[in-house]
């Protein structure tokens, strides 16, 4: 009997080398795993499984899980007590420029930021901002093909140029919130109409970060650093839309899908300006003259 046992649990549940996912719970008994394992086809016995972790004391841990369907049970078991194999879940958070998720995924997940950056060299704008869940030992490419895959998913169906794109990065940047974005969008296409330009402030903060940061280093770098007086005189690249007519050549960021639908649908209204005071309140102005008297009155 007791070398039946051993067989049972140095066998491995399937021949076929594939993962599938599983979720454990926090508190969830060992029993109830043991028949989820099972039914997974994880493990080749839900009751030898369960009493082997009896007999060695072993505790699972909570989370989710990506596990190979060739492990015996004693693998499984080892497997769960330490967190082999547990599934990484990282967040990206909207209007991250990619150096950003660069820095991010080299210390939550181990992803070269060199190799991401050189993977996602014309992907700006199309790294879409969520929660995914990668394997315990991700890769360069399954993170860009999660994140680009979601982006042409939550696209689908939407006439987004590549302009619409880099006006909803912009859009991104400066809304403090929802409600303002399709009003600040309709800022920007007025300009754009008449010729004016963007005149922009994180348009320039990109521009400044990217003439700087090569010389601090990607992982030791603090992007959309607050503009200095002059700055947007003074800072030069092709992203100044106080220096350039038009939009910037590419995305300065990674917009929502909030962002991206303004873009294509922006507010119909004549405000050519607009700021944010120090609680973060908008003003709308039609004219030059009457922003900077706004300017006087909320900017203290």
């Known amino acids: 009997m007791l070398f039946?046992?051993?067989?049972?649990?140095?066998?491995?549940?399937?021949?076929?080398?594939?993962?599938?996912?599983i979720k454990i719970s926090e508190g969830e008994s060992s029993i109830n795993i043991a028949g989820r394992l099972s039914s997974r086809g994880l493990v080749n016995s839900k009751w030898v499984f369960y009493v082997y972790l009896k007999l060695k004391e072993k505790v699972i841990q909570p989370g989710d899980y990506l596990?190979?369907?060739?492990?015996?049970?004693?693998?499984v078991a080892d497997a769960l007590g330490n967190k082999k194999y547990q599934v990484i879940k990282i967040t990206i958070p909207e209007g991250w420029r990619r150096e950003q998720i660069a820095q991010y995924l080299f210390?939550?997940?181990?992803i070269s930021a060199s190799d991401f950056l050189a993977a996602t060299k014309e992907l700006e704008g199309k790294i879409f901002p969520d929660t995914y869940d990668l394997t315990d030992e991700?890769?360069?490419?399954?993170?860009?093909e999660k994140m680009t895959e979601n982006f042409d998913n939550r696209i689908a169906g939407m006439d987004l140029?590549?302009?619409?794109?880099?006006?909803?990065s912009i859009v991104e940047r400066e809304a403090g919130s929802d409600a303002e974005r399709a009003d600040i969008a309709g800022v920007f296409i007025n300009r754009l109409a008449r010729g004016m330009k963007l005149e922009a402030d994180p348009t320039v903060q990109y521009q400044k970060d990217t003439n700087?940061?090569?010389?601090?280093?990607?992982?030791?770098?603090?992007?959309?650093?607050?503009?200095?007086?002059?700055?947007?005189?003074k800072i030069q690249g092709v992203y100044n839309t106080y220096l350039n007519n038009g939009l910037p050549p590419a995305p300065i960021c990674n917009p929502g899908l909030a962002s991206i639908k303004v873009a294509l649908n922006?507010?119909?209204?004549?405000?050519?300006?607009?700021?944010?005071?120090?609680?973060?309140?908008?003003?709308f102005s039609v004219t030059q003259a009457e922003?900077?008297?706004k300017e006087k009155l909320y900017l203290k």
């Not at 039946?4 to 996912?21: C, G, T």
């Not at 601090?216 to 947007?232: A, M, P, R, Y």
């Not at 209204?269 to 005071?277: A, S, T």
């Open 291 to 293: 922003q900077i008297t």
């Open 4 to 21: 039946y046992f051993r067989y049972l649990i140095n066998q491995p549940a399937s021949s076929v080398d594939s993962k599938k996912e």
């Open 212 to 233: 700087n940061y090569p010389t601090v280093g990607i992982t030791d770098f603090k992007f959309w650093q607050k503009l200095e007086i002059g700055d947007s005189k």
């Open 67 to 75: 596990m190979p369907t060739n492990l015996t049970i004693v693998q």
């Open 107 to 110: 210390e939550h997940a181990k």
């Open 161 to 168: 140029t590549s302009d619409k794109l880099i006006l909803a």
């Open 138 to 144: 991700p890769t360069v490419d399954e993170v860009v």
């Open 266 to 283: 922006p507010s119909h209204h004549d405000y050519l300006y607009f700021f944010h005071d120090a609680n973060g309140k908008i003003y």
